[in-house]
T-cell receptor, first 115, second 116 residues
Framework: DGGITQSPKYLFRKEGQNVTLSCEQN?????MYWYRQDPGQGLRLIYY???????QKGDIAEGYSVSREKKESFPLTVTSAQKNPTAFYLC??????????????FGPGTRLTVL | GDSVTQMEGPVTLSEEAFLTINCTYT??????LFWYVQYPGEGLQLLLK?????DKGSNKGFEATYRKETTSFHLEKGSVQVSDSAVYFC???????????????FGQGTILTVHP
């Protein structure tokens, strides 16, 4: 079955540690996205990538980093510079980032808690 | 940039009740409009969409009509079920044209709980 997988489902981090969240898709989509979800708020875009080896900052990129070395993978690193990292993180992908093919499909999410 | 305002929640209904979740937006240009649903502990799923004025999106008994004159995209369902309990997000997307990224802008979400 085609889809988007995120791992782990739950992640605990100590303050001051970097942590990497995995996102993999086998939909052959060019574009991938990372969002952050906080209670009572909509999703906010962290980073997006329109194609392999390219990515752009979203609205709240500070304290995060990404890479896009393979089409199917778009890992997100939450660094120690992120002041309030406890949140639910969602990865998404679409055929393309623009035009009629940019309908986004979402993964199941990773819940990150800083201890 | 675009902004989306959703009806404050949470919304609690009895099974078979009528549902309305209000959504209004501000946008430059001509956005596409979406409703996403998030079941507990899961990611978002696209519920329905409309891409131009007066279009009606529908799916699983849910409907929403793109009203350009009132900049609204209210979600409705005639008879809700317990299984409809979830968080519902309204979203807009304005395409900049060409290969520019069309950003999705989300409302804050509305929690719906349906009791038997």
């Amino acid at each position: 079955d085609g889809g988007i997988t995120q791992s782990p489902k739950y992640l605990f981090r100590k303050e001051g540690q970097n942590v990497t969240l995995s996102c993999e898709q086998n939909l052959n989509h060019d574009a991938m996205y990372w969002y952050r979800q906080d209670p009572g708020q909509g999703l906010r875009l962290i980073y997006y990538s329109q194609i392999v080896n390219d990515f752009q900052k979203g609205d709240i990129a500070e304290g995060y980093s990404v890479s896009r070395e393979k089409k199917e993978s778009f890992p997100l690193t939450v660094t120690s510079a992120q002041k309030n990292p406890t949140a639910f993180y969602l990865c998404a992908s679409s055929i393309a980032a623009s035009g009629v093919y940019n309908e986004q499909f979402f993964g199941p999410g990773t819940r990150l808690t800083v201890l | 940039g675009d902004s989306v305002t959703q009806m404050e929640g949470p919304v609690t209904l009895s099974e078979e009740a009528f549902l309305t979740i209000n959504c209004t937006y501000t946008a430059t240009g001509y956005p596409s409009l979406f409703w996403y649903v998030q079941y507990p502990g899961e990611g978002l799923q696209l519920l329905l969409k409309a891409t131009k004025a007066d279009d009606k999106g529908s799916n699983k008994g849910f409907e929403a009509t793109y009203r350009k004159e009132t900049t609204s995209f209210h979600l409705e369902k005639g008879s809700v079920q317990v299984s409809d309990s979830a968080v519902y997000f309204c979203a807009t997307r304005t395409d900049a044209g060409g290969t520019s990224y069309g950003k999705l802008t989300f409302g804050q979400g509305t929690i719906l709980t349906v009791h038997p």
